[in-house]
């Protein structure tokens, strides 16, 4: 399985955009790129999953890069709620759900 | 659909003592997995069920852990002779055989054990 590598952590204010870069040199063909929040005390949250170049949701986008050694996730105007850790994972097409989630990134949001 | 169902949600106990415990999935999930979260640290998967066969199990689910999903429904996870180093946020998730896309389960709130 790849492993991924994203910052510890990271601070911003509200209303910024925030794009957190997590880098899987290791990415196989079959391979997707998965992005979970988790807020204290509470289980992971999927907020979402790409293959290649560009997708997006009501919550954030994923930008992919043609080579897909690395992936960024964006967070258009954050707010305090936002403060929580963002995990990245690279997960097969035929993951049955074993999932290998690293130690994420701590986002924490300032007024 | 009231998502993924955890109890308890908080439990202390003394080293040595048994516990259990409990979660419901989302109805039309089909699968179920178990993770532990340490402090600072991201899940590491446990175990995984699919309806009421156990598939896969960690080499983190020690002989004391034991988990059963006798009805393919609700799921029980027990650790017998609690150890301090037991500790920790137990997640269930589940999710749907056809899901949109891999990677893609729904965890429930998690059941924080104390071990004194």
């Known amino acids: 399985l790849a492993k991924t590598t994203q910052p510890i952590s990271m601070d911003s204010y509200e209303g910024q955009e925030v794009n957190i870069t997590c880098s899987h040199n290791?990415?196989?063909?079959?391979?997707?790129i998965t992005w979970y929040q988790q807020f204290p005390s509470q289980g992971p949250r999927f907020i979402i999953q790409g293959y290649k170049t560009k997708v997006t949701n009501e919550v954030a986008s994923l930008f992919i890069p043609a080579d897909r050694k690395s992936s960024t996730l964006s967070l258009p105007r954050v707010s305090l709620s936002d403060t929580a850790v963002y995990y990245c994972l690279v997960v097969g097409s035929s993951n049955t759900g074993k999932l290998i989630f690293g130690q994420g990134t701590t986002l924490q949001v300032k007024p | 659909d009231t998502g993924v169902s955890q109890n308890p949600r908080h439990k202390i106990t003394k080293r040595g003592q048994n516990v259990t415990f409990r979660c419901d999935p989302i109805s039309e999930h089909n699968r179920l997995y178990w993770y532990r979260q340490t402090l600072g640290q991201g899940p590491e998967f446990l175990t995984y069920f699919q309806n009421e066969a156990q598939l896969e199990k960690s080499r983190l689910l020690s002989d004391r852990f034991s988990a059963e999903r006798p009805k393919g429904s609700f799921s029980t996870l027990e650790i017998q002779r609690t150890e301090q180093g037991d500790s920790a946020m137990y997640l269930c998730?589940?999710?749907?055989?056809?899901?949109?896309?891999?990677?893609?389960?729904?965890f429930g709130e998690g059941s924080r054990l104390t071990v004194l």
């Open positions: 998730a589940s999710s749907a055989e056809d899901r949109p896309g891999p990677g893609e389960l729904f």
């Open positions: 290791n990415i196989a063909t079959n391979d997707y």
